[in-house]
């Protein structure tokens, strides 16, 4: 039997390629506890002398984690109101001095186009005192823990709008205030109507109407009503 002498150089090729690095350009650098074994290659060092960890798995085989919510904007000073068009979806979020009630004039804009007749795509300018009666009952409401989103069903109304809302036998008068983007229909979702009907009655200056799904608000004279 004959007696097979092997070389430094090839004792160590036959233990990388027993430990499954028979090619140690795509292994990389192979280290014993004497330092490199075989000069360096390309890719991760693999060390003979450690167990070798897990691969880590890799960002995209990670379980997605649900996103956070956005953290809310700073509002200090102002008075952020949520409104809903009932009818188009549209949403915006108005900024009022709580204390003037007041608008910059890029938010009036935004308001206006927000209170516009969407049957028409019609925009008017709306009446700053009728806006400043709904932020009075925003601002009440909340006082008394309601914390929730404007639901507006009408603001502006053009005239063809108006007169096809009469014959269609909608409680809709002849000269309504929404003419002249004087007048709100709302509600506030989780209030309920009769209590924001009592808020109101007791805080809106002008014209006050209870309906079976939103309370009407407007800057005309003050009266009141049930429709």
Known sequence: MS???FTRRQAIAA???????AAPARAGLIVGSSGPLIGRAPGPVVSLDRPQRAP????QDRPAQAPLAAAPPRLDGLLAVPLLNAHTGDRITALFDPAGQSVSAQEKARLDWFFRDWR????????????AILVTLVG???RRGWDGEVRVNSGYRSRRTNDQLRRRGIGAARNSLHLQARAIDFSFPGLEMKALHRLAETQA????GL???FVH?????????WG
């Not at 028409?120 to 806006?131: A, G, K």
């Open 56 to 59: 880590q798995p890799l960002p």
């Open 140 to 142: 009440s409401a909340r």
């Open 205 to 208: 200056s002008g014209g006050v």
């Open 120 to 131: 028409q795509n019609e925009i008017r300018p709306m009446d700053p005192e009728t806006l």
């Open 3 to 5: 007696r097979m002498i």
């Open 217 to 225: 608000i407007d800057s005309g004279t003050p009266r009141r009503w």
């Open 211 to 213: 309906y079976r799904s």
């Open 15 to 21: 233990l990388a390629a027993a430990t499954g690095f």
